[in-house]
């Protein structure tokens, strides 16, 4: 910085942060559309919600890698219609479920 005078200093730090910040929030846009960014975004999710699980990286490949639901079969057309199951008590994970399936829980009464 080139300036001695306390005013024009606290200016450019002013524009200089703006800019700073912008180009972070545009790198951060970016970066959630990436495999890495989907991933990392979800599982936060799951966590925030109080998924508790010694290894959320195996948790995560199970989940994309689950094609059905695992009480009714039905086949899932996206990732929008899986739906990750835990116990709200210890929050402890339980197994993958359609959206119908997750709401309505018939299925406990039937384990599998």
Do not use: A
């Amino acid at each position: 910085m080139p300036f001695k005078d306390p005013q024009k200093i606290k200016e450019y730090k002013k524009v200089y942060y703006q800019r700073l910040k912008e180009q972070k929030k545009e790198y951060c846009k970016e970066y959630r559309q990436t495999p890495n960014g989907i991933k990392s975004r979800r599982i936060i999710r799951w966590k925030e919600r109080g998924v508790i699980n010694d290894d959320f990286d195996k948790l995560y490949e199970l989940y994309i890698n689950t094609n059905n639901c695992n009480v009714c079969k039905k086949v899932f057309k996206n990732t929008k219609d899986r739906h990750l199951d835990h116990d709200h008590t210890n929050g402890q994970f339980r197994q993958i479920l359609c959206h119908s399936c997750n709401i309505h829980d018939n299925w406990k009464n039937n384990p599998l």
